[in-house]
């Protein structure tokens, strides 16, 4: 009897971990995996544009982090010339922002701090659909594995003027998203290239070489 019900246990146990994983897979994003774990480290993956390796320096990812952080003296002077109510030791969540490039191969990491109650990725590259994905780390996940492929666009100038220019210049001009100045500098740096690019005049088509006459 001691047999079986040991046996019985062990299949409960296993039915309610397979639920469970099932349950927290559920809250990610279509196309992920994770590994168990205590709490959420890291989301990965490899990152393909339009089905062929990223160029380097040129495909990027935004993270931003909603973190929890206490409210200091300037902040709380700073809000409170705007007409807003926070109070300096007060907790509240804010965004921090991150540039990550990922490697030749398309490989990229984010690392996931304890403080952080969500992250939003977005998926960049010229001559092609942004992307976006939503995480939110929780107990019982640990890495998440998340591969994409970014799908190319015939309207890359619209896309880039309504959406990521203003997009990743906010992330340079507003201080609240807290980038470093070496990224600042780096997507500064992508944005007056992919400027040029744009409103460089057409190249000229040379005319077909006249056939000669039989």
Not at 34 to 56: C, E, H, I, R
Not at 188 to 214: F, I, V
Request: charged share 25%; proline share 7%.
């Amino acid at each position: 009897m001691k047999t079986k019900s040991k046996g019985l246990s062990a299949r409960i146990r296993a039915a309610w971990v397979g639920v469970l994983l099932v349950g927290l897979s559920g809250c990610l994003p279509n196309n992920a995996t994770f590994d168990a774990g205590f709490s959420t480290t890291q989301v990965d993956g490899t990152l393909t544009v339009g089905g062929t390796l990223p160029d380097q320096g040129e495909t990027l990812i935004v993270a931003i982090y909603q973190q929890y952080r206490f409210v200091n003296l300037e902040d709380a002077q700073e809000t409170s010339r705007t007409g807003g109510n926070l109070e300096a030791g007060e907790k509240v969540t804010a965004p921090i922002a991150d540039i990550i490039w990922p490697d030749e191969d398309g490989r990229y990491r984010v690392e996931v701090p304890t403080n952080t109650v969500g992250l939003e990725l977005y998926f960049i590259a010229p001559g092609h659909l942004s992307d976006q994905a939503r995480f939110r780390p929780q107990i019982g996940v640990g890495a998440i594995h998340y591969p994409l492929t970014l799908t190319a666009i015939p309207d890359w100038r619209n896309h880039f003027y309504t959406f990521v220019d203003p997009f990743l210049a906010s992330l340079i001009t507003e201080k609240r998203y807290h980038l470093g100045e070496l990224d600042q500098k780096r997507l500064g740096d992508w944005l007056e290239r992919e400027h040029k690019r744009l409103e460089a005049p057409p190249k000229p088509t040379k005319p077909s070489p006249a056939k000669p006459g039989k």
